[in-house]
């Protein structure tokens, strides 16, 4: 099962501030989801959003880790 992350341990996570992801959240610029009056994120959606979000000059490195991860 996907871990599920709060608002707080997303920022943490990202080390940014809760209100910065809370923004992002309400204007569906970080993918999350609101269950009554709080947000949940699943981590590995918040994983390959933040790969999406690296510079292109760096994705033949990314490209290169994630080999080394396969087996």
């Avoid at 959240?25 to 970080?30: L, R, V």
């Avoid at 959606?45 to 490195?61: A, G």
């Amino acid at each position: 099962m996907e871990e599920i992350m709060t608002l707080e341990e997303v920022a943490k996570y990202l080390k940014m501030q809760p209100q910065t992801i809370y923004t992002w959240a309400q204007t569906g610029k970080i993918p999350g989801a609101k269950i009554g009056k709080e947000w949940r994120f699943r981590k590995d959606i918040i994983d390959e959003w933040f790969k999406q979000h690296i510079d292109e000059k760096f994705l033949p490195l990314l490209k290169e880790m994630d080999k080394k991860k396969k087996p």
